[in-house]
């Protein structure tokens, strides 16, 4: 798994969680309940509600000319101290 990959990490907080919301709603109020109740959960787990907003300090960490286009792979922080690989193909 890459160095990058946050699935193991999400992988062990749901697995605290697993199941604890399963939808049982018989009607539209139930369903639309048991939505707002899942969403704020989410929100939490995946740390949604308490991320930090910071500059994103962008960062070409690599240049490759393919046919029609230009790869580059780009590195930007999301929170502070928290580095995300991208790329952006970019036509000739």
Not at 24 to 48: C, P
Not at 67 to 91: C, D, F, H, N, S
Request: hydrophobic content about 35%; overall charge positive.
């Amino acid at each position: 798994m890459s160095e990058w990959s946050v699935l193991p990490y999400m992988h062990r907080r749901w697995r605290k969680v697993a199941r604890t919301m399963a939808h049982q709603a018989r009607d539209r109020f139930a369903h639309q309940n048991w939505r707002r109740s899942v969403l704020r959960r989410l929100k939490s787990l995946t740390g949604y509600n308490t991320m930090q907003t910071c500059a994103l300090r962008p960062r070409v960490t690599e240049t490759v000319q393919r046919q029609g286009y230009t790869r580059q792979r780009i590195e930007i922080q999301t929170e502070p101290g928290v580095v995300m690989p991208l790329y952006a193909l970019i036509p000739d």
